[in-house]
């Protein structure tokens, strides 16, 4: 493992594979917690020093994502963020968005609102739980707006290639709005690729709710406007005497209207200064070891027997963190696994599938555990 267990409060309760749904926290974030606590009380001069950790966040998250601090900003969750597209890009009738059929609903949803504009929502389907790169150009015409996919999968557990997915969507004209939700964390991703990228950060960044990344590309898509505005939208005001003259910041934080949750992003810069001294190619290879491992496992284990079939890919360039199998059984295995101490993701939500995730925290004898407890599934 890279982080030992130690530093996790609940790990040494059973075998936790399930950082794609929720992960667990680290116990210094009480110290997060301590620290804001005392710099809210220092009065007048608390906002400067919230500022200065809110500052910190972006750099370190702008190192873990390989673009600017100033183009990023945080939100109240990945679902504000794409609703933050959807609303602040000009559309016409005719217009389209394209999106895969595996799609998390905050990534479907946004869209449907602006059929009363005009606009066509495109699916993808999927083959064989996988979305090629070919089908989603196929999909984009000369009128398509967006493309929404995720990085990685959250149903799937596929990983899109990043690089050859926005040379795809840009060759056509349109913008990539990734959610990084599934990625960050886990594996490398270099978000200037894209045109804007939304993550949550309860997950693979070891957070909390709250607050998620919010990554504007401003070099490839300075039409999007700030749908919503409030004092924290602007650099500068009239104030009383001129209450209307507003110039807003000229980064991302212009889409930011009020008081994000600071004691949210104190935990995130928390958890930061614990995963990005890792390093990205660490974790990532850390997180293939593991699902690797889990995958060659479970395909050679009777399936069929049990209803359950694979859905992620072998190759290694195609996953992440996350090995998803199929099932009708999903209440049933989750149950049964649980009472041997593993835990894994599939029964909120209804999805008909398990998804188990390996992370920083999580060695071979987590994944050992994990294949014995599937061997004697009844």
């Given at each position: 493992?890279?982080l030992?267990?130690?530093?996790?409060?609940?790990?040494?309760?059973?075998?936790?594979?399930?950082?794609?749904?929720e992960?667990?926290?680290?116990?210094?974030?009480?110290?997060?917690?301590?620290?804001?606590?005392?710099?809210?009380?220092?009065?007048?001069?608390?906002?400067?020093?919230?500022?200065?950790?809110?500052?910190?966040?972006?750099?370190?998250?702008?190192?873990?994502?390989?673009?600017?601090?100033?183009?990023?900003?945080?939100?109240?969750?990945?679902?504000?963020?794409?609703?933050?597209?959807?609303?602040?890009?000009?559309?016409?009738?005719?217009?389209?968005?394209?999106?895969?059929?595996?799609?998390?609903?905050?990534?479907?949803?946004?869209?449907?609102?602006?059929?009363?504009?005009?606009?066509?929502?495109?699916?993808?389907?999927?083959?064989?739980?996988?979305?090629?790169?070919?089908?989603?150009?196929?999909?984009?015409?000369?009128?398509?707006?967006?493309?929404?996919?995720?990085?990685?999968?959250?149903?799937?557990?596929?990983?899109?290639?990043?690089?050859?997915?926005?040379?795809?969507?840009?060759?056509?004209?349109?913008?990539?709005?990734?959610?990084?939700?599934?990625?960050?964390?886990?594996?490398?991703?270099?978000?200037?690729?894209?045109?804007?990228?939304?993550?949550?950060?309860?997950?693979?960044l070891l957070?909390?709710?709250?607050?998620?990344?919010?990554?504007?590309?401003?070099?490839?898509?300075?039409?999007?406007?700030?749908?919503?505005?409030?004092?924290?939208?602007?650099?500068?005001?009239?104030?009383?005497?001129?209450p209307?003259n507003?110039?807003?910041?000229?980064?991302?934080?212009?889409f930011?209207?009020?008081?994000?949750?600071?004691?949210?992003?104190?935990?995130?810069?928390?958890?930061?200064?614990?995963?990005?001294?890792?390093?990205?190619?660490?974790?990532?290879?850390?997180?293939?070891?593991?699902?690797?491992?889990?995958?060659?496992?479970?395909?050679?284990l009777?399936?069929?027997?049990?209803?359950l079939?694979?859905?992620?890919?072998?190759?290694?360039?195609?996953?992440?963190?996350?090995?998803?199998?199929?099932?009708?059984?999903v209440?049933?295995?989750?149950?049964?696994?649980?009472?041997?101490?593993?835990?894994?993701?599939?029964?909120?939500?209804?999805?008909?599938?398990?998804?188990?995730?390996?992370?920083?925290?999580?060695d071979?004898?987590?994944?050992?555990?994990?294949?014995?407890?599937?061997?004697?599934?009844?």
């Amino acid at each position: 493992m890279l982080l030992n267990k130690k530093l996790f409060t609940g790990l040494d309760q059973g075998v936790h594979l399930s950082a794609g749904g929720e992960a667990p926290m680290l116990n210094s974030h009480r110290d997060a917690f301590e620290q804001f606590m005392h710099d809210k009380a220092q009065g007048e001069r608390a906002r400067q020093l919230i500022a200065d950790t809110m500052q910190a966040t972006r750099e370190q998250c702008a190192s873990l994502l390989s673009v600017s601090a100033s183009d990023i900003t945080f939100v109240s969750s990945a679902s504000e963020g794409i609703n933050i597209v959807a609303y602040g890009l000009d559309w016409q009738p005719g217009d389209n968005v394209v999106i895969a059929d595996v799609e998390f609903g905050s990534g479907v949803f946004p869209w449907t609102l602006l059929k009363e504009k005009g606009v066509d929502v495109k699916i993808v389907r999927h083959k064989n739980w996988q979305i090629s790169l070919d089908d989603i150009e196929a999909h984009i015409d000369e009128r398509t707006k967006v493309v929404l996919m995720s990085h990685v999968s959250m149903f799937t557990g596929q990983r899109l290639p990043l690089k050859e997915l926005a040379e795809t969507v840009h060759r056509k004209g349109a913008a990539l709005v990734l959610d990084a939700t599934h990625a960050v964390g886990v594996v490398p991703v270099d978000a200037y690729h894209a045109d804007v990228v939304v993550s949550s950060c309860y997950k693979w960044l070891l957070a909390t709710h709250g607050t998620a990344i919010f990554y504007w590309n401003r070099k490839t898509l300075p039409e999007l406007k700030p749908p919503f505005l409030g004092w924290n939208s602007a650099a500068a005001s009239g104030g009383w005497k001129d209450p209307l003259n507003i110039t807003l910041h000229n980064d991302a934080n212009q889409f930011l209207p009020g008081n994000p949750s600071y004691l949210s992003i104190y935990i995130l810069n928390n958890a930061l200064k614990h995963l990005l001294p890792l390093g990205r190619d660490v974790v990532e290879q850390h997180a293939l070891n593991l699902t690797g491992k889990l995958h060659e496992g479970l395909s050679q284990l009777d399936l069929n027997t049990l209803g359950l079939s694979l859905m992620t890919a072998e190759a290694a360039e195609s996953r992440a963190g996350n090995i998803c199998v199929m099932s009708e059984r999903v209440d049933e295995i989750s149950a049964q696994l649980r009472q041997r101490g593993i835990l894994v993701w599939g029964t909120y939500g209804g999805d008909s599938r398990l998804r188990i995730s390996a992370h920083v925290y999580n060695d071979h004898n987590d994944i050992n555990a994990c294949l014995e407890a599937f061997a004697n599934l009844q």
